[in-house]
């Protein structure tokens, strides 16, 4: 990632609205880009060729497959990448640069051969205990090889500095993939899931031809030293352990899960627990914005410090060398808090965006549709005398009902800490979810759709307390206008809440009679 600091500090240098909103564009763009396009283009494919109408058997091995390429193509690369990282940062200090076409070369070579036996062994196993189609093995197996060659070949393209272009191979890559997948199932008639993994190798390796291409153009001259990188795998054999032990470590709690009883066997040969995959992938995805801020200000802010600490090694007193070291060592503890205090807003956030989603489903299971006009959910409330005043006493109590669990946290964070900003986010929350409930209790339209629209909801929700954050960073007095918006957003939730105890006892009334159209 070096270099990316220079790019991020002429962006953030014009300190406007716009340039932070193209700084943390260009941040995303530069790490976790490729990732996205990929989980895009999967699921562009599955809604495209409407995958749920596919058997649940074929689905969740189409499923295993991908997961499993990706895990143990990382995996197999993990020892080697280590040492021949090492050995290009010494050919670069030294400014040997003809040096680096013999480590590439034996590095794919290596890469090639360690990860083409383990997933031999593993798709004869497929073949044979899992009597899986040859074709469909071979396909897993060729996407497998693909994704070792580009994540192999990025540990280069770093060098060139050319981080736009990584982005780019991968946007082309996957709109190929997509594409072709609609071909083949469409046009052709070939199985979805099939058409799926093909096209997903045919883009990895589009990915990976134009990666040595850039390689090939950018480093011309081989110097043919093969005999000093292999020597590097003896002097350095701790980094290939390590390293492997590193990548295990991210996925080994999975694998320990994949041998309890929750986990599934999907043709004899893949294992997988579904609940708690998707549940270390959702958790996941909620490092990716942290992620993010955290390598741009390590790039623009960390790095600066890193430098100097290097020129003072190289030639100055020992005093200024520890003078450096000690505001280096500062600048990184001050930015993994950083990285602290981001991640557990983003995780707070996450957390009010789940609660808005659940108010709403609960809602659809308790009131669904209580406002519509041809409900049955009021028909017995029309056969009391006390109808009105029963749903009445209903609605407040569940207003009340909520406005206790979502404001009673705030008030009691507000009186330990002193922080108004706890109490805004449940406001705003709380503010949301009578807005939603004031629009979904006119439909009836079943679960999936309320699902949908409590997701619109909590999306909201992050925008709206996200707004109002960005607002009180960026203007003066920030205590003051805090406490302002917690007071606009309690009358606004007295207000809305009023309004839906009426308007329901309003719809109720209304109910009783057609309106005659004139």
């Known amino acids: 990632?070096?270099?990316?600091?220079?790019?991020?500090?002429?962006?953030?240098?014009?300190?406007?609205?716009?340039?932070?909103?193209?700084?943390?564009?260009?941040?995303?763009?530069?790490?976790?880009?490729?990732?996205?396009?990929?989980?895009?283009?999967?699921?562009?494919?599955?809604?495209?060729?409407?995958?749920?109408?596919?058997?649940?058997a074929q689905r969740e091995l189409f499923a295993c497959t991908v997961l499993y390429i990706f895990i143990f193509s990382l995996l197999s690369a993990a020892?080697?990448?280590?040492?021949?990282?090492?050995?290009?940062?010494d050919i670069i200090y030294e400014e040997k640069y003809e040096d680096v076409l013999p480590c590439f070369y034996v590095g794919i070579m290596l890469n090639l051969g360690v990860s083409?036996?383990?997933?031999?062994?593993?798709?004869?196993?497929?073949?044979?205990?899992?009597?899986?189609?040859?074709?469909?093995?071979?396909a897993g197996y060729c996407g497998y090889v693909a994704l070792v060659l580009v994540f192999y070949q990025m540990l280069y393209l770093s060098i060139c500095k050319d981080y736009k272009k990584i982005s780019f191979f991968f946007l082309l890559?996957?709109?190929?993939?997509?594409?072709?997948?609609?071909?083949?199932?469409?046009?052709?008639?070939?199985d979805k899931?099939?058409?799926?993994?093909?096209?997903?190798?045919?883009?990895?390796?589009?990915?990976?031809?134009?990666?040595?291409?850039?390689?090939?153009?950018?480093?011309?001259?081989?110097?043919?030293?093969?005999?000093?990188?292999?020597?590097?795998?003896?002097?350095?054999?701790?980094?290939?352990?390590?390293?492997?032990?590193?990548?295990?470590?991210?996925?080994?709690?999975?694998?320990?899960?994949w041998t309890t009883d929750l986990r599934m066997v999907v043709a004899d040969t893949f294992v997988c627990v579904t609940s708690y995959d998707l549940a270390t992938c959702l958790a996941m995805f909620t490092n990716l914005s942290s992620s993010v801020i955290f390598i741009s200000r390590v790039e623009m802010h960390f790095h600066a410090r890193y430098k100097a600490y290097s020129e003072a090694v190289i030639g100055g007193r020992k005093m200024d060398i520890e003078l450096a070291k000690k505001r280096m060592f500062r600048q990184l503890s001050e930015e993994l808090m950083n990285l602290v205090r981001i991640q557990f807003i983003i995780s707070v956030i996450l957390f009010f965006v789940y609660v808005v989603w659940y108010e709403v489903l609960v809602d659809y299971w308790i009131f669904g549709g209580i406002c519509e006009k041809r409900t049955r959910s009021m028909e017995y409330l029309k056969t009391s005398l006390r109808g009105e005043s029963t749903l009445a006493a209903g609605m407040t109590g569940d207003c009340i009902r909520r406005g206790v669990y979502m404001l009673v946290p705030g008030f009691l964070l507000l009186v330990q800490k002193g922080s108004w900003r706890y109490l805004l986010a449940l406001l705003i929350a709380e503010f949301v979810i009578c807005l939603t409930l004031v629009i979904i209790r006119h439909w009836n339209y079943g679960v999936m759709m309320q699902l949908a629209i409590g997701g619109v909801s909590g999306i909201i929700y992050a925008i709206?307390?996200?707004?109002?954050?960005?607002?009180?960073?960026?203007?003066?007095?920030?205590?003051l206008i805090l406490k302002i918006m917690v007071v606009i957003f309690v009358i606004a939730n007295v207000i809305i809440n009023v309004f839906i105890v009426k308007h329901t006892v309003k719809c109720l009334r209304g109910s009783y009679y057609e309106k005659e159209n004139k």
């Open 1 to 56: 990632m070096a270099g990316i600091g220079v790019k991020l500090n002429k962006i953030y240098n014009k300190n406007t609205l716009t340039t932070n909103i193209i700084g943390m564009g260009y941040s995303t763009m530069i790490t976790i880009a490729p990732m996205i396009l990929v989980i895009a283009a999967i699921m562009a494919m599955q809604v495209l060729l409407d995958v749920s109408k596919v058997g649940y």
């Open 79 to 89: 020892p080697f990448n280590s040492v021949l990282s090492r050995y290009m940062s």
């Open 116 to 138: 083409c036996v383990v997933g031999i062994v593993f798709c004869v196993r497929e073949y044979l205990t899992g009597e899986v189609p040859a074709w469909f093995v071979f």
């Open 173 to 190: 890559g996957m709109a190929v993939s997509v594409a072709l997948a609609v071909i083949f199932a469409i046009v052709f008639g070939c």
């Open 193 to 257: 899931t099939y058409s799926m993994l093909v096209a997903l190798d045919i883009g990895f390796f589009l990915i990976a031809s134009l990666e040595f291409a850039v390689i090939r153009n950018y480093f011309k001259k081989n110097s043919g030293e093969y005999k000093r990188v292999l020597s590097y795998f003896r002097i350095y054999w701790k980094l290939v352990m390590t390293n492997f032990l590193y990548t295990l470590g991210l996925y080994i709690h999975n694998f320990v899960f």
């Open 464 to 479: 709206l307390y996200g707004s109002c954050s960005y607002l009180m960073d960026c203007a003066g007095k920030r205590d």
